[in-house]
């Protein structure tokens, strides 16, 4: 079963523009969780995503937005472009089921903000 | 506020030697708890983790990891280490009515094991 891919790999921005990244689940996954990797802050929890409503957000400013797809792709939007949006978005997916599930995670996008 | 402290930040031990990183939560009711590893240049992979039941849980590689209710605590343990185990390790915890498949992590801890 293929696991978690994101598109694109790497991407380079200059401030004030946006971002849009991709996210496909794992097959059968409806659950779709993002979040942003940095030096400093760590692994930091930005939303999620079931059956294409947002279930939870984290506690990043409205700069930062998503979305999921009838078939559970997502897709993660910054706006106005900082650089300290710098940093490692990763993606995850879960089965979701009657109890909680493990969440398996994708290889990222690594943004860098100039 | 909901937190996760990892006590250890960088970690160096020999081959062979024994490890056990510390993890600990500020979480009220019910958690599901994890410790999950990158490797260098690869993506996050689960280790174990903690659902309910026996609160000694092994993972794979030869880690193991244990769930003291009472002292809020999920230390990772493996009895020998290899080289190969040179990686960042976060603890993750999901607990809270409204949380949903949420993770919380912390910092990471990155081991370094030297031949």
């Known amino acids: 079963k293929a696991g978690v891919t994101q598109t694109p790999r790497y991407l380079i921005k200059t401030r004030g523009q946006q971002v849009t990244l991709s996210c496909s689940p794992i097959s059968g996954h409806r659950s779709v969780s993002w979040y942003q990797q940095t030096p400093g802050q760590g692994l930091q929890f930005l939303f999620e995503y079931f059956s294409e409503t947002q279930r939870n957000k984290g506690n990043f400013p409205g700069r930062f937005s998503g979305r999921q797809f009838s078939n559970s792709r997502s897709e993660m939007n910054v706006s106005t472009l900082e650089l300290g949006d710098s940093a490692l978005y990763l993606c995850a997916s879960s089965f979701e089921g009657l109890t909680y599930n493990e969440q398996f995670f994708g290889p990222g996008t690594r943004l860098t903000v100039l | 506020a909901q937190s996760v402290s990892q006590h250890n930040h960088h970690v160096i031990l020999s081959e062979a030697a024994s490890l056990e990183l510390g993890c600990n939560y500020s979480?009220?009711?019910?958690?599901?708890l994890f410790w999950y590893v990158q490797y260098p240049g690869q993506h996050l992979q689960l280790l174990l983790k903690y659902f309910s039941g026996d609160p000694l849980v092994k993972g794979i590689k030869g880690f193991e990891a244990e769930f003291i209710k009472s002292k809020f605590s999920f230390n990772l343990r493996k009895p020998s280490v290899q080289w190969s185990d040179t990686a960042e390790y976060f603890c993750a915890v999901n607990g809270g009515s409204n949380s949903g498949y949420a993770l919380n992590f912390g910092k990471g801890t990155s081991l370094l094991v030297t031949p």
């Open positions: 979480y009220g009711g019910t958690v599901n």
